[in-house]
C-alpha cells in the first residue's frame, strides 16, 4: 500500500509541475510576442555561446550513449543548429514585417495585410536519434517567432537529455524555456494541456498519439515523423558516384536517421556493380585513418542506441534470413556494444518484415526492376516517404520518378543534402508528417499568420449591399456576382 501511495504522490506532483510551469509560461508569453528581431536573436546568440563553449560535455554524453565520434556529433547535431542561427539572424527580421496584400476591385478603400504572430506556449518532443539536434533546431524556430517553449528530450538518450536540461537552466529563465525528462508517462502528462502548438518528432505510431492527444484542445501540430525512404538508380547512373552517397547516407548514425535510405531499387543490369562499389566503400569509410581496423573497431561507426532497438533491428535480420533473404556483405553483430555492422541484404520480398518496417538500423535491403515502371509502381504500394532519393543521368527518367511517386522531400543524384537547404521546406507528407520546418518554413510553423484589414472611418465598400435588399441592392449584387 505504500508503494501505492508514493506513486499516487509522484502523479500529483508531476501533474502539479507540469500545471504551473504551463501556467507560467502563459502568462509570461505575451512579454515575448512584443519582442524584437534583435532580443530574439540575442537570445539564440545566447545559447549559440554556451552551446560552444561546451561541446566537451556534449561529447561525452552523447559518446555515453551512442559510442558516437566527435566529429559526427559536430556535424550532425552541432552544425545544422549553427545553420539555423546563421540564417535566422540574417532573415529575422525580413520575416517579422507584416506582409502586404492586395485589394480587390470591391474593396477600393482598404489595405490589407498579414501579421506574423507567435502562437504562445508550444511543446517539443524530440526524438532519441539526433536528440540534439532534434530538440534544439525546433526550439530555435520557436524562439525566432516569439513563443515559449517547453521540452521533452527522449529517455533513450539520459546522458544527452541530462546536458540538454543542463543547457536549458543556463541559458534560459523557467517562463521562457523548461525541460521536462522522463519517460511516457511525463509525455502522457504533457500532452494534457492545452498547448499552442506542439512540435513533434518521432514515429508515425508516436504521431497518431500525438495528434489525437492535440486534437482535445484543437492544437496545431507539426508532426516530423518517418517511414521506408526508397532509393532509385537506373541503369544510366554513375554507379561509383551513387554508391559513396549510398553508403554514406544509409550508415551515417548507423542508420538511425529519419531520412536515411531505407531500401534500394536498382536496375538489375547494374546491381552487381553497385554492391561491389557500396562494400568498398564501408571499408574505405569505416577502417580508421590508416584502413587497418574492422568496423567493430573504428571510433567512426555509432552503435544502435539501446539493447532493445538492437533485438529489434536483429531481429529484422534473422527473419529475412530465414525466408531466404542473403546477406552480401556484413551481418556481424555484438549485444555486448549494441553493435550491428553495415549490412547489405538481397533476394528480399514484402513477406519479410525488414520491407514491411521502417529499418532505423544499418540493414540495407536491395531490390531489382527491369523497367522503371516497376520500381514507381513498387513504391506507390507503401505509405508515402519521408525521402525519396533518385540517381539518373537521364532527365527524362528522373522526371518520371518525379511524377510518378510523392514524398516529403527528394534529393536527386544524392541522399540527405536537402535537409541541410534552410530555404526548402523539411518535413513528410500524410505518414510520413504533417507540417514543415527549417528557415522560414520553421518560423512559419510556430507562428500565427493573421490578417489585417483596415477600413477609412465613415467609409465601407459593401454599405450599398446594407438591408433592406431593394432591387437596387439586389442588381448591384448580380453585377458583382458576374
Known amino acids: 500500500m505504500e508503494n501505492v501511495a508514493t506513486l499516487t504522490e509522484n502523479a500529483l506532483t508531476l501533474t502539479q509541475e507540469v500545471d504551473n510551469l504551463f501556467q507560467l509560461q502563459k502568462k509570461h508569453a505575451q512579454t515575448l510576442k512584443n519582442t524584437t528581431a534583435r532580443e530574439r536573436i540575442a537570445t539564440l546568440n545566447r545559447f549559440k555561446d554556451y552551446m560552444m563553449s561546451h561541446l566537451e560535455e556534449l561529447h561525452e554524453a552523447m559518446y555515453k550513449d ?87 528530450p527522449s529517455e533513450m538518450t539520459p546522458h544527452t537529455s541530462a546536458f540538454i536540461k543542463k543547457t536549458v537552466q543556463a541559458v534560459f529563465k523557467p517562463e521562457e524555456v523548461f525541460v521536462f525528462e522522463g519517460d511516457a508517462q511525463v509525455a502522457t502528462e504533457l500532452l494534457k494541456k492545452p498547448f499552442d502548438h506542439i512540435f513533434f518528432t518521432g514515429s508515425p505510431m508516436l504521431g497518431k498519439i500525438v495528434m489525437k492527444a492535440a486534437a482535445e484542445h484543437l492544437t496545431s501540430v507539426t508532426l516530423e515523423l ?50 561491389n562499389e557500396i562494400k568498398s566503400n564501408i571499408k574505405k569509410y569505416y577502417s580508421g585513418e590508416k584502413g587497418d581496423l574492422s568496423v567493430e573497431q573504428t571510433p567512426d561507426y555509432t552503435r544502435i542506441v539501446n539493447q532493445r532497438h538492437f533485438g529489434r533491428v536483429k531481429n529484422l535480420l534473422e527473419d529475412a534470413l530465414s525466408k531466404g533473404a542473403k546477406v552480401v556483405a556484413g551481418g556481424e553483430t555484438n549485444a555486448n556494444d549494441n553493435f550491428i555492422a553495415p549490412t547489405l541484404i538481397t533476394d528480399v520480398n514484402d513477406d519479410m518484415n525488414v520491407m514491411k518496417e521502417e529499418i532505423f538500423g544499418p540493414l540495407l535491403p536491395i531490390k531489382t526492376f527491369n523497367h522503371l515502371q516497376e520500381a514507381t509502381d513498387y513504391i506507390k504500394t507503401k505509405e508515402k516517404p519521408l525521402a525519396l532519393y533518385i540517381f539518373s543521368k537521364d532527365k527524362s527518367k528522373r522526371d518520371f520518378v518525379m511524377q510518378n511517386t510523392t514524398a516529403g522531400g527528394t534529393s536527386i543524384n ?34 500565427n499568420e493573421r490578417a489585417v484589414l483596415k477600413q477609412r472611418i465613415g467609409l465601407t465598400s459593401v454599405k450599398f449591399l446594407y438591408p433592406p435588399y431593394t432591387p437596387q441592392v439586389k442588381k448591384m449584387l448580380k453585377f458583382f456576382m458576374k
Request: charged residues 15%.
Open 66 to 152: 551512442f559510442k558516437k565520434s566527435p566529429t559526427e556529433i559536430n556535424l550532425s547535431e552541432v552544425f545544422p543548429i549553427l545553420a539555423s542561427i546563421k540564417h535566422i539572424n540574417a532573415k529575422l527580421h525580413r520575416w517579422m514585417r507584416p506582409k502586404s496584400a492586395s485589394t480587390p476591385m470591391n474593396m477600393l478603400g482598404t489595405s490589407s495585410q498579414v501579421l506574423p504572430e507567435p502562437k504562445g506556449v508550444c511543446l517539443i518532443i524530440a526524438p532519441w536519434n539526433y536528440p540534439y539536434n532534434l530538440t534544439f533546431d525546433p526550439l530555435m524556430y520557436a524562439i525566432a517567432a516569439g513563443n515559449t517553449a517547453i521540452l521533452k
Open 226 to 275: 518517418g517511414g521506408k525512404s526508397p532509393v532509385v538508380i537506373d541503369e544510366t547512373s554513375n554507379i561509383k558516384d551513387a554508391a559513396q552517397k549510398i553508403t554514406y547516407g544509409k550508415f551515417l548514425n548507423c542508420g538511425q536517421t529519419c531520412i536515411a535510405p531505407d531500401y534500394l531499387l536498382v536496375h538489375e543490369k547494374v546491381k552487381d556493380e553497385l554492391i
Open 414 to 447: 544524392d541522399t540527405l543534402l536537402h535537409i541541410a537547404n534552410p530555404d526548402l521546406p523539411f518535413g513528410g507528407v500524410n505518414n510520413s508528417g504533417i507540417g514543415k520546418t527549417h528557415g522560414y518554413f520553421g518560423f512559419q510553423a510556430f507562428s
